[in-house]
Structure formats: structure tokens, C-alpha cells
């Protein structure tokens, strides 16, 4: 460990964290009211001298504001080392005082956005378990400190040497320009799209807010309506804005992971995984071994092809945090030998392989189509309100082939199978998805049944883990008791640790 970084007394993150900090309150402000930007843009030939003037005074006494605030936010905060716990002090009015044992820090991860990157300064934030409270982000610090804190926390951590440890020369996984592209082509393009129609219909509504307060909601009404009509009429304009959206989706999912993922490198230290990546914001993370609660690896058809998945390494959370709050860690362009790899770093000589896969009932394969059957009827019933035009029935012969190839893909890859200690379910549509859940992991287990399933003699069964639940649906009754008293067992005679 750096012994010049001392932390044993209250100190303060550097002093370019008051520009960190300023810039990030500024930011929020101009994300809660960029609408009265645009007002003040658009009608600023119309304001008088005296109203722009008493507008300047305004936003120079905001700016004055939050700079005061900044600053007391950065001096207001202090940090130290004592009796192997993070203690931390904050606050302007409001001050709290948090102790952090090392032993509920699940991470210490860096972070740098643009500005962070331009000041040279990194972000660190620490992760715990078990509270949405306890997370801490210090804006802040050195490369020198931020790794000299990582150090002083981790070195107290039972599975980790005194000694300082070092980077193999060759990392485990380094994922290149052409490999990134590989795995954005290959995404979810689809996903990308709704994404993006989210955004759009998000942005007509703030669109539609704005002209029905000028009091020109007519004028926008009229502007849609000669378009569409426009649209309505050509084959031609349709099947090029088919194809534009297209290509929009493909360029957002290649953006959207090189965002992410750029120069992605793994390596593997201290039975961790020590991961570096992102673009605009540069992510650094230690993922223990001991933290990990389950494991995802997902594939598709292209991605199989081309011998390829990405692992998905799910971490414990709180009940009380959102989804966005989410502790989800994801490697992508993993090669097969890689994958085999980490699944032994995880789960030494666990092999599941070997064993039969059990499907559900075909009582779920024929709720799925009776579920679909009610969707299909409310796309039909909403096209014909929409275009009042028989002919939009004619799309059935192409959605009913989808749906059914969507239910028998689902059906086939739902299945699970289970060793004495790890059990893996499997699930999925177009891509395949394998979860693997060592049973120690396991906090409690629901057996669920509705009165429909009663009739069938099936169950549902849910397992909860401190990152969340895994689901194995409809079952037969004997097998999901089987399965129930055994994970039970597990829980209750296991001595290993959850975290």
C-alpha cells in the first residue's frame, strides 16, 4: 500500500471536485427546465431591454447560487479510515455522519466523465449491500489517492494479501475495434428501436405541452395531419422510413455499446475480476469473486455463429433500490474458452452438463398462446380503429407465424437443471439466456400456485438472492416440492457465506 497517502485524519476530496460539482448541478437544473430555455430562445426578439435585463440579473444570482452551494457541498465533505470502516461527513443544513464496515463494501469502482477526463480527476464510488443509502461517490481525487483509498480499504479484506497486488502483463479479455463492432451488429436492434420510439413520443409530448401553452396546438395538429396523409399515400416514403428507423436502430445499438464497452479489458486478480471500460465516461471495477450472487450468459443465433456471448454478473442490492440502481456488471464479446473460464473462477468444479434438462409443463406453453391470442386481438382491434380499413386484417398472415415461432422458441428454452450445489435455468426467445445460481446464494424460496395452475397439478417456483428473483414457471407439483425441500435443505445446512 501507498503509505504517502495517509487517511487516518478527515480529509477533502481535491479542490477541482468544487467544478465537478458545480457543473453537475448546473446540468440538472438545465435538464429539469431546458423548456424555458426554449421559450426564452424563442421569444427572445419580443422581450423589452428591462425584462432581459432583470432575466441577465436573475440567472447571474442562479449562477452565484449554486456556486456558493458547491462549494459548501465540497467543504462540507470529509472523509477518513478508522477501525476497518469508512466514515464520511456531509451536508450543508442537513449534516449526516455514515460508517461503512469494509465488510458491506461490495465495490470500489473509478469513474470519469469528460470533464473528470479534462481536469484529470477521478470519480470513486463505493458500493455496499444491503443499503441505497450507504452508496457513496466521491468526485474527486487523484489517481495517486483514489488508488492509494481503494488500497487502504481492500487490504483489510480477509481473501486479500498484504502484499500489493499487480497486474498481469496480458489481460484476460481485451475486446478490440473490430470485436466491439462485431457485438454491436449482433445486439438487440429491436430493443434499440422501441428505445428510440420511447424517446420520440417522450419528445411529442413535451412538444405538444410547449405549443398548447403558446396557444398554437392547431397549428402543430395541422403540420401532423399533412404529413401523415402525405405518408399514408406513398408506398415509397413508407418503405424508406421503414428502412431509415432501421438503420437508425443499428446506428444506436453501435453507438450504444461503443459508449459502453470501448476498450474493453478484463483482467483477472486476486480471484476478482478487474474490468476498464467506456468512452465518454471511463468505468474501472473490481468484481469479487465472493459478491457475485448469480451469473447470466446470454447468446443469440449471430452471436453463436460467430462464437461470442456476453456475461451478465448480478450483484446484491437493496429492496429499496430502483431498477436503475440495479448492481448489474456486464462483459461482452466473451469467447467460448472465456466464458468456460469465468464459469470455473465462479464455480470450481461445478459441471452442470452432464445432467438432464427438464422443460415446464405444456400447461405453459398453452398459457402463452392464450395470452397471445388476447394481444393479437387488441393489435387487430387497433389497427382497424386507426385506419378503419379491412385490409389491415391481411397483416395477420404475418403476425400469427411470429407469434407462434416466438411461443415454441420460449417453450424450448425454458428449462432448468441443477448439481448438488449449482442450479442453472434457461430461457429466452430469439436469444438464449442461462442463469447460474450456486443454492448457498438462495435466501428464501416461494412455492407459488394460482387456481388455474391447481387444476393442472403445476406450480411456479421463485428463488429469491440478494440481486434479486430467478423464476422456474409451471412445473409439475411433485417435482417443484422435490426442488423446494431440497433448496430449503441447502439454505439451512450451508456454511458458506452469501456475500
Known sequence: MDNSENFSQFRRQSKKGILVIYINLLYKVLKAFWILLFLFIQRFSKISETTLTYIYLGVGFLLLFFFIRAFLIFKNFQFKIENNHFILKKGIISKTNTSISFDRIQNINFKQNIIQQI?????????????????????????????????????????????????????????GFLALLKVSLTENHL????????????????????????????????????????LESSVILIVGFLILLTIIAVLSSVFRIFLKHFNLTVYIKNNALEIYQGLTTKNSVILKKGKVQHITISSNPIKKKLGISFITFKQAISGKVNKKQEKVIKIVGCKNKQVSEIKNLLFPEENVTNYDKNL????????????????????????????EN??????????????????????????????????????????????????????????????????????????????????????????????????????????????
Open 119 to 175: 481536469i484529470n480527476v477521478h470519480e470513486v464510488n463505493i458500493e455496499t449491500a444491503g443499503s441505497s443509502k450507504a452508496e457513496i461517490s466521491i468526485k474527486a481525487l487523484s489517481f495517486k489517492e483514489a488508488k492509494a483509498l481503494k488500497q487502504a480499504i481492500t487490504i483489510y479484506d480477509k481473501k486479500i494479501t498484504t502484499e500489493e497486488a499487480v497486474l498481469a502483463e496480458k489481460p484476460f479479455l481485451k475486446v
Open 191 to 230: 430493443q434499440s428501436l422501441l428505445l428510440l420510439f420511447a424517446i420520440l413520443v417522450g419528445f411529442y409530448q413535451q412538444i405538444d405541452e410547449l405549443f398548447k401553452g403558446l396557444g398554437k396546438r392547431d397549428l402543430l395538429d395541422s403540420f401532423i395531419s399533412e404529413n401523415t396523409s402525405v
Open 360 to 387: 415446464p409443463d405444456s400447461y405453459f406453453r398453452y398459457r402463452m398462446y392464450f395470452r397471445s391470442f388476447f394481444l393479437i386481438l387488441v393489435i387487430n382491434l387497433g389497427l382497424f380503429f386507426a385506419f
Open 390 to 499: 379491412y385490409y389491415v386484417f391481411g397483416l395477420n398472415a404475418v403476425i400469427l407465424p411470429i407469434f407462434i415461432l416466438i411461443i415454441e422458441k420460449t417453450y424450448k428454452k425454458r428449462y432448468y437443471l441443477f448439481s448438488e450445489e449449482l442450479l442453472l435455468v434457461g430461457q429466452g426467445s430469439i436469444e438464449t439466456h442461462k442463469t447460474y445460481l450456486p443454492f448457498f446464494k438462495v435466501q428464501n424460496i416461494k412455492l407459488k400456485q394460482t387456481i388455474f395452475q391447481a387444476r393442472k397439478n403445476v406450480a411456479d417456483l421463485v428463488f429469491q438472492t440478494a440481486s434479486g428473483k430467478i423464476k422456474i414457471p409451471c412445473i409439475s407439483m411433485e417435482k417443484a416440492l422435490k426442488i423446494y425441500n431440497y433448496t430449503l435443505f441447502k439454505i439451512e445446512t450451508s456454511q458458506k457465506s452469501w456475500m
